[in-house]
């Protein structure tokens, strides 16, 4: 039970040891000729070592915004970045921007970014390209490095005489494989992977998701998958997050969330899944999010939400209705089982 | 009496339009499209058989999808029936008249009577034209010339797709549309000339979750109350369900299956169907406790195709001597149920 923070602070609230990344408060909002956009919007969570947890939203609702800014990966026009962002018990938004190059990106915490197989460099064998964190990083020589590399080409099913070809050489999956060794080869505590798969072929998508899942099977490795797909979210989650508005409104562990979850958006996105195996009709929310330059006080999802009521107009607190279940809904002040609203699918009227 | 219109300004284009008595609306008649490949920009240096031997029918008022990975052919074949494409052999053939003999007033024709879906509505809308001047574009191109007459059509198909207030989306940008409203406006626009076959392009893919339930809805219930025909074309099969009667899947440039969409999903034969329909997660939790089932390597190159079977180099059950050598032809195993695969062979 020994505590091995390497930090300067203890971790806040009694977190376990088990606990490899709390985020407190976190905000990040955008200067745009319109004005400010809140991105993140006041986000909470924890994650544990060896854990999987997947952040659900629509486009626009900040979900790579918070990729980005746990990476600190932000562009020129932030207009606020707070909050605390504890790895391992270190608080990591203390350190120097150099520091956190040098210490955590990449070394603690590494990236597959959106559209990944089209990030690699088209002028360098992407061999030297996954060898080069480990050169950059820990200093390692290069022939080193390569044979590090190989392992890790291994490890996401590359052939290893891809070593030497160049990013065009390679199809889609094959790209993308690459880029997760690349995140890989440093052996990170986590890996932030931004729609891995969205790009891909159904085929290629199962055999990228079988990567991933042997991959934190046989390693320690912890990631936060950031995805718009929810069917496919299923195939990695332990843990759930949906964010809407900037905001996360639901954080439940898959096996709750995948068969009933609790906050009224989050039980419209699960009803609007066209499945397979199923023959339900599928849903949908109407509406639109809104704008996150002056996002409406109160409950941001009020105005699509079918159980609306008075208390919507005051924003929601949020409330714990089991363990490391939160819900960001008045619904559940007095609940603590999901309210369905969704059950019964509503037919549209079919237009004359 | 709203389709009256359309069809007295183009009968004048086309006088030799014939009546469809019992044939099909489509016939897709052994289409191969193949791109020539150059070498130095001149030389021949083979084929890319992007389509290689597809034949189907399509009745009016029938919906089919097509499902398929990306480069298998399917984009090839939606812009052959289109007539973007011009096939180096076979025919596509639409109410008895041959694609191939038309002339550019039987184009024009053609292309009022099938509309087009695309795949990323903002790309497909012209950014500096306002919504009701997109939509009135089909309108003037097919001699609508009244300007009262076009702003009526404009105002119907609008209110058809549920953009509404219909006042309020005449003169915005596509820019200023969300992703749902700007494929609404897409499919006005395929819609404007009353066309008798609509060929959509993935037309949700790039729609978020919540929406794109909302967008199949509307086609389906436009499809149902104008019986259009459609065909549908998609890698994912999870949609197909809500919109197709048909299912045709498609591997390396052919059709190795096609059957009634719930007989498809429930009794794939094709073993590529069967990998691709057990690659498809439905949100369970469970999913994240299992390996999946999937056939090792990627789709064959199709410049040189696998000689036999295309599948056969990732098949579970590949026959040595057998698939490797011919094509298979398509053997029917239920009544409406064809697939093209040797292990379905009678004895």
Redesign the interface.
Known sequence: MSTHFNATEPAPNGAGEQTLLRVEDLRLYFRTARGVVQAVDGVDFDLQRNE?MVILG??GCGKTSLARSLLRLLPRNVDRFTGRVYLNGQDVMQLSEDEFRQDIRWLKISFVPQAAMNALNPVLRVGDQVAEPLMEHLGIGKEEALAQAREAFLHVGVPVDFLHRYAFEL???MRQRVAIAMALVTEPDLILLDEPTSAL???????I??VL??IKQEHDTSYILIT???????????RVAIMYAGQIVELND??Q???QPYHPYAQ???A????????R??????G?PPSLLTPPSGCRFADRCPARFDKCDQDPPIYQVGERRLVRCWLYETESQPVPLYDTPVQ?A??? | MTTTAPQTDIATQSPAAPADGGQPLLSVQDVHTWFELRKWGFGHAGYVRAVDGVSFDLEAGHTIAIVG??GCGKSSLMKTILGLHRPIKGDVVFQGRSLSGLDRGGRRWYHSQVGYVQQDPFGALPPFMPVKRILEEPLIVNGVRERAERERRVREVME?V?LLPVGDFLNKFPHQL???QQQRVVIARAMILRPKLIVADEPVSML???????I???ME??Q??HRIAVIYIT?????V??FSQRIFVMYAGNLVEQAEVDEL?SNPQHPYTQ???????????E??HI??D??PG?PPSLVNPPRGCRFHPRCPHFMPGVCDVEMPPDFETRPGHKVKCWLYQEE
């Open positions: 999987a629509e486009s199809s889609g999956g072929d159904v085929l290629t998508q199962a055999n998701m079988n899942k042997r718009h797909d929810i069917a496919t979210s299923s195939e990695l989650a332990d898959a096996a969330f995948f068969t419209g996105l699960m609007s899944v066209p499945r397979l195996r199923q023959k009709d599928p849903t949908f929310i109407p639109q549209e079919h237009s004359p | 990975e990306s058809e549920r969300s992703g749902g978020d979750a919540s929406v794109r339930v909302e199949l809805r509307l219930a436009l149902e109350a890698h994912d099969l999870s949609t369900r809500y999903l990998a691709l329909l057990a690659a498809i997660p439905d949100p369970e939790p999913n994240a390996y999946r999937v056939p990627e």
